[in-house]
């Protein structure tokens, strides 16, 4: 979530977590207009997991 911030940053682009918005340990991110949900950000989260948030967002993973 932090490299996510940075590269909100970096592209000047609106970034924003709401840990309500989904089930159990679940939040929702927007970058810019997109959106995803991520799982428990305490966590360490895996590579398919990673690739499909990134789709979600239109970046790529490399970007991060």
């Not at 682009?13 to 950000?41: C, M, Q």
Request: hydrophobic letters at 35%; aromatic letters at 6%; one cysteine or more.
């Amino acid at each position: 979530m932090r490299k996510l911030q940075r590269l909100a940053r970096r592209r000047q682009v609106r970034f924003f977590y709401e840990p309500n918005l989904g089930k159990g340990s679940h939040g929702r991110i927007w970058l810019d207009s997109a959106s995803t949900t991520i799982k428990d950000p305490k966590k360490e989260m895996g590579a398919g997991l990673l690739r499909a948030m990134c789709h979600d967002l239109g970046i790529h993973p490399a970007d991060l």
